[in-house]
Every structure is written in C-alpha cells, then in structure tokens.
DNA sequence: GTACATTTCAAACGTATGTTTAAATTCACT
DNA sequence: AGTGAATTTAAACATACGTTTGAAATGTAC
C-alpha cells in the first residue's frame, strides 16, 4: 500500500477540522502536521504552498456539491412557472446533507469552511469560487429573480449577499451559537436544524417588500 | 504644545483604517505606525499591546453609540404597548449616524470594525463587550420579545444571531459590495442606504412565522 | 538655565511563520 | 535482489511579527 494517500489525506483531515475551528491564517502548518503527524515539509512536497492546500481542502467538497446544485438548479429552471421562493432555497438541503458522504460531520465543516473562506482570506477565495462556479450561481440569482419579480435586480442584490452574510456568520460560529443554544434553552440542535431555521428566515427577508 | 495627544489620535486613526481595512491580526503595527508616520515603539508605550489598542480603537466609538443606544432602548420600554419590530430596528440608525462625529466616516469605520471584531478575533472581544454592555443589550432583546410575542425566545436568539450574521457580514464587506453595487447596477449607495436597505430586510426575517 | 519627567527613537530580542534543502528512507518494478 | 523514482525526514533559511531596551530628544517647572 502507498503512503503517498495516506499522507496527502490525513493532511487533509487535519487541515480541514483546523482552518474550520479557526480560521485559515490563524491555522498554521506545524499545528496541521503535528495533528496529522506527518513531517511538515510534507504539506509543501504534496501540495506546493499552504494557499494551493486551502483551496484543495475547499475543492474536496466543492467538487461534490457544486455538479449537484447545479443539477437541481437546471431542474427548477425548466419549470413552466416561477418556483416558490422556499423551494429555490429548500434546492441546497439535500445535497448540503450529502456532504457527510466525503466525510462524516462534512456538511457542518464545510459550512463552517465557506464562513471562514469569506471572512478569513481577503480576495483570492471569492476569485476562485466565482471563476470554477460563476455559472452555477447565475443559475441562482436567476431563480430567485424569477420568484420575486417584483423586486428590481438591485435589490435582490443586496439581499443575496444579506443572505450570505447570515449563513457565513452562522456556520462560521456554528459550535458556539450551539453551545449557547443548549446551556440557554435546553435544545440539541443539529446541523440540519440549524439549515431548517435558516430557510423560512431567509426567505422572508428575501421576499421582503421594498422600503418606501 | 504637548506631542502626547497628537501621537495617541494618529495611531488611532490609522489603525481605526487599517483594521477596519484587512482586519486586526493582518494588520501589523508595522503598517499602522508606518501610515501613522511615528515610531514603532510608541503603540506600546501609549497602549501598552496591540490587544489594549484594538480594544481603545473599539472604545472610542462604543464609549459614544452604546449610552445613546441605551437611552433610545429606555425611552421605547416605557411605551404602554409593544413596540413594531420596525421601530425598534430603526432605533440603531441615528446613533449609528451620530458617529461620524467621532470621525468623518465614522459609522462607516465602526461598523467594518464590529464585523470584523466578530469574524477576525476569537474570544476575548466578545468577552470585552458583553462585560461592558451586555446590560444595554439585554433591553433590545427584551423589545424584540415585546414585538415578536408569538414567537418562542429560542426561535428569536437564532434570529437575532441570524441578522447579527448579516450585519456584520455586510459591513465587513462593506466598501466591496459598495464597489460591485456601483458597477452593476450604477447605484451609488452610501453607509446610510445600506442601513435603510438592511431594516426591512432584518425586520422580515425575525417575524417570520415558524417552520411548520 | 538647571533639574526632572515625558516622549521619541534606532536597534535589538525572542518567537513564530511558510518554505527550502539535501540526505535518508521507502516504494515500485524488473 | 537491485535500481531508480517517490517520499519522508531533520535541519536550516529567510522573513515577519509584537515587544523591550537604553540612550537621545523634547517638554515642563522652578
């Protein structure tokens, strides 16, 4: 059996459970090689320099959900009418959920992983995502144009990225709003909670009527 | 005339910028000093670390916003009957404007501040402010309970944290999305336009009614 | 103008980071 | 088993950071 995996992935994993908890740059190499125990040069000999390891870690999910969102999308856009709001957004449950397939607890840490790659690093994550899924997204946007016709694209604007902010914080914080949540309340609360309250939220702040 | 002051307020100011910029652990006193055009040295000598000058930065403006906020909370508590969940939104903007008295830009600057005070530092800032205004935050909660009365207090802390998400997302992105917004849609939206785009927006989502 | 406290300054310190090097080891293949 | 490539390893490198130091400069009061 060739270590060359083995090494590469439990780089991975120590990498992703790391930059998750927190933060990318506040991660540093010797923390994720000595949680991996590996030698640290190995970072550098697999994958070249700690960006190209940020973005594999991210690329292992996105390249799961990605093709899947965009198959959902393609579905929604072939509709005879425009979908309902709820439904737009309902698309990135399931294939969130599937995310536990690359690994277990996978969808909480990529959550928390896209919280991170939007508040962590400064320019060159958005530039990655938007180069590799720019199409998937306009799908998106297009379907949510589609849903509130009423509203000018403007603002739909404003609001998709209000929509971002509140998940990005969210699952950026994700454990400790659920610490607090269970000391304050006395509620287990699990990742796919956290995703169902999230829906209706959004979805009425989104379909909001516009400010006079 | 006494160098002392001069020297505290121009390191205030650049690394007020700077932080609020590329956030507080990317921002070396290095380049505040540099911008502030005063020796290395002298962030230590009159702020102690760069903690204590991160947290004076912070001062300065909450020292201004939280005793304002905090009387406009008061004043909408003694009203006989529950309060619209709009106006106790709307109770955040003037103080919020009231702070480009501290600076001009000021509540520009702030508010990139905050958001990146939540997303950038771990513990300790979150600490720093509830020990100091944790009070005064407790009535605006206590106001969104009076305005929501159908919804459970667990359904409304993930709300309120929802829309702290987009708050701080917003304008730690803030000067980013100002740029996107203009060339998109040839908008040009200042600090206060965005605040009266985030009121509906917020408002919709924390009255929503619960997932079934 | 002398004495004292405050402030500025250049330089260095200690520590941590990402990366590179070159030798040692392991692996795959004949 | 032996050869050449792939991988692992320990050590060092260059750089950047926050902080400290001690002397120089400046300000303040008698």
């Not at 991975?12 to 930059?19: D, G, K, T, V």
């Not at 990318?24 to 960006?51: C, D, M, P, W």
């Not at 309902?90 to 840490?109: C, D, H, I, K, R």
């Not at 991170?116 to 180069?131: A, C, E, I, K, S």
Request: aromatic share 10%.
């Amino acid at each position: 059996m060739s270590n060359k995996q083995s090494t590469q992935l439990k780089i991975l994993e120590a990498a992703e459970q790391l930059f998750a908890d927190t933060g990318f740059s506040a991660t540093s190499l010797r923390q994720i090689t000595s949680l991996a125990e590996v030698n640290l040069a190995s970072v550098n000999y697999h994958f070249g320099s700690k960006k190209e390891l940020i973005q594999a870690v991210l690329q292992r999910y996105l390249a799961v959900l990605m093709p899947r969102l965009d198959q959902e999308f393609n579905r929604l856009l072939a509709a005879q009418q425009p979908n309902q709001l709820t439904t737009v957004l309902s698309v990135f449950v399931e294939p969130l959920l599937e995310l536990s397939a690359v690994q277990p607890q996978g969808t909480s840490t990529f959550l928390q992983l896209l919280g991170r790659g939007y508040t962590d690093v400064q320019g060159h994550l958005r530039w990655f995502f938007n180069h590799h899924y720019g199409r998937t997204l306009d799908k998106f946007v297009l379907l949510v144009q589609q849903s509130c016709p009423a509203l000018p694209p403007s603002e739909i604007f404003w609001r998709l990225h209000f929509s971002l902010g509140t998940i990005v914080f969210t699952m950026a914080s994700n454990v400790a709003l659920k610490d607090i949540a269970a000391a304050d309340f006395n509620e287990r609360v699990e990742i796919d909670g956290v995703i169902k309250r999230l829906i209706p939220y959004l979805a009425a702040g989104i379909a909001a009527p516009s400010a006079a």
